[in-house]
């Protein structure tokens, strides 16, 4: 195994999920035939970062190249360029974004609370037609609540635990005495 460097570990790390959740799925013969048969229907990926902030990444202007792989994926890509949270930490913010509706109006404002029922069959993946492969995974366990909340409407619906790399000390075997 070649040796590197925490920082370009660190800079990888993102990508994993990537890997284990969309390769697979990609493959399936589902998707196979819908992309055969609906081959002029664009690709939605929807990615949302808790707490990054757009005054650090290159894309939006920061001077030093910090986001590159952002950069180039926005070539292609449609950008927000003037959007404002929904919320003031992740549940209503995400919340916000799934369902389209102010937090006042979904309910979620609490850790780990869920939309109003009424939100359930109204977010964004009911709206996608059923010819879109609707697949969702996050890592943080306040999205998860919501997304589970939403799961009738995805073709997958990925565990956290599936795609984790191993527990809270695999940093540390990798990188001992990094403190």
Request: proline letters at 4%; glycine letters at 4%.
């Amino acid at each position: 195994m070649t040796n590197i460097d925490r920082r370009t570990f660190l800079k990888l790390l993102p990508t994993v999920p990537f890997y284990k959740v969309a390769w697979p799925t990609v493959q399936t013969a589902v998707q196979a035939k819908n992309q055969a048969q609906n081959g002029d229907m664009p690709n939605i990926l929807f990615l949302v970062f808790d707490t990054l902030s757009a005054r650090h990444i290159s894309l939006h202007g920061y001077n030093r190249e910090t986001t590159p792989n952002f950069a180039r994926f926005a070539e292609k890509a449609t950008v927000f360029h003037k959007h404002v949270a929904g919320g003031n930490f992740t549940s209503p913010g995400t919340a916000t974004l799934m369902t389209g509706t102010y937090a006042w109006t979904h309910r979620a404002i609490q850790l780990h609370s869920l939309v109003r029922e009424e939100f359930v069959q109204k977010n964004m993946f009911s709206l996608m037609p059923d010819s879109y492969h609707k697949v969702a995974y996050t890592h943080n366990l306040l999205v998860k609540s919501l997304l589970h909340q939403f799961r009738g409407d995805l073709d997958v619906f990925k565990r956290t635990r599936e795609l984790c790399l191993a527990d809270g000390q695999f940093a540390d075997r990798l990188f001992f005495e990094d403190y």
